[in-house]
């Protein structure tokens, strides 16, 4: 069965700095499609960044990056020059399979980053 | 970037009384939606997958005459909370994935929060 796991319930980071949000996964498949989500306290869910099991190259968005290690089963975010409205929780989601987007997501747990001016 | 609506954003009722969330796609046909369950700091909760056309599937431990889905159309799924009573009270989250659109897509209304007294 699928597993998400992110660890760190918490995390501060001070405007401007990097911070790393950690997500390792469990799956038997070989295919198999990964989230990041940002969720501020509106509670909508935005996408940030996907990263499909096949990928060689690691997903940059923007100011977000996905460090993906596939044989330690880890996709962890990277976020470069925090910024106080990157405040929320982050979710870190699974799809198995990658060539349908109708598959359903499994969720982790969520960690809540909190940007210092 | 498409768009899930959700209707109502937020309710309050009575225990034993039955509410209606409706999640709708605004700009795209949606043959797959999901809907989600949330509590406060917690995980999004996968409680069913609705294909149009056909019966929901629901997730282990959901019950189905509890948590009624109806995906009329390719735009519209309906969750119809039966005989609602405060356990019940939670953050209800659609999500939608456009049909025949890429792996990454799969997008998410802005949630009804629901409030059983």
């Known amino acids: 069965a699928q597993k998400i796991t992110q660890t760190q319930p918490g995390m501060f980071v001070q405007e401007k700095e990097a911070v790393t949000l950690d997500c390792t996964y469990d799956?038997?498949?070989?295919?198999?499609?990964l989230f990041w989500y940002k969720q501020p306290s509106s509670g909508e869910m935005i996408f940030l960044i996907y990263?499909?099991?096949?990928?060689?190259q690691n997903a940059t968005e923007g100011r977000y990056s996905l460090n993906f290690q596939k044989a330690r089963k880890s996709a962890n975010l990277v976020i470069s020059a925090s910024q106080l409205g990157d405040s929320a929780m982050y979710f870190c989601a699974m799809r198995e399979g990658f060539s349908s987007n109708t598959g359903k997501l499994i969720f982790g747990q969520g960690t809540t980053l909190q940007v210092k001016p | 970037g498409a768009v899930v609506s959700q209707h109502p954003s937020r309710v309050i009722c009575k225990s034993g009384t039955s509410v209606k969330i409706e999640c709708r796609s605004l700009d795209f046909q949606a043959t797959t939606m999901f809907w989600y369950r949330q509590f406060p700091k917690q995980s999004l909760m996968l409680m069913a997958t609705s294909n149009e056309g056909s019966k929901a599937t629901y997730e282990q431990g959901v019950e189905k005459d509890k948590f009624l889905i109806n995906h009329a159309s390719l735009t519209l799924s309906t969750l119809t909370v039966t005989s609602a009573h405060p356990e019940d009270s939670s953050f209800y989250i659609c999500s939608a994935s456009p049909r025949r659109g890429p792996v990454e897509t799969q997008y998410f209304g802005p949630g009804t929060r629901l409030l059983v007294l």
């Open positions: 799956t038997s498949d070989q295919s198999y499609g």
């Open positions: 990263q499909g099991s096949y990928d060689e």
